[in-house]
């Protein structure tokens, strides 16, 4: 089993940033992606950004050029710097690893609220 739990999340200003982590315990042996999912009320779950265990990155076209991905050295730990936040950025954001045949592993998610 892996183990993940979110920080960092809170309010800000439009044009604002905000960084958010998630620290992955437990298995984590043979995780291949991390990824940064969003969910706003009345919508869908989407994806926002992912890393894979080579360190290559994805972004949704939404946040592309304003928010940064990335993985620490030891893997456990998985980062979103979020800058230029627009309103439409609120939603809860949730960590989410994988590993190949697996069903994902899922974080309970953390809220990041913009403001206009």
């Known amino acids: 089993q892996v183990q993940l739990v979110e920080s960092g999340g809170g309010s800000v200003q439009a044009g604002g940033s905000l960084r958010i982590s998630c620290i992955a315990s437990?298995?984590?042996?043979?995780?291949?992606?991390m990824a940064w999912y969003r969910q706003a009320p009345g919508r869908q779950r989407e994806l926002v950004a992912s890393i894979t265990s080579e360190g290559y990155t994805t972004y949704a076209d939404s946040v592309k050029g304003r928010f940064t991905v990335s993985r620490d050295n030891t893997k456990t730990t998985l980062t979103l710097q979020m800058n230029s936040l627009k309103p439409e950025d609120t939603a809860a954001y949730l960590c989410?690893?994988?590993?190949?045949?697996?069903?994902?592993?899922w974080g309970q998610g953390t809220q990041v609220t913009v403001a206009s």
């Open positions: 989410n690893a994988e590993k190949t045949s697996r069903l994902p592993y």
């Open positions: 437990g298995n984590i042996f043979g995780i291949t992606v």
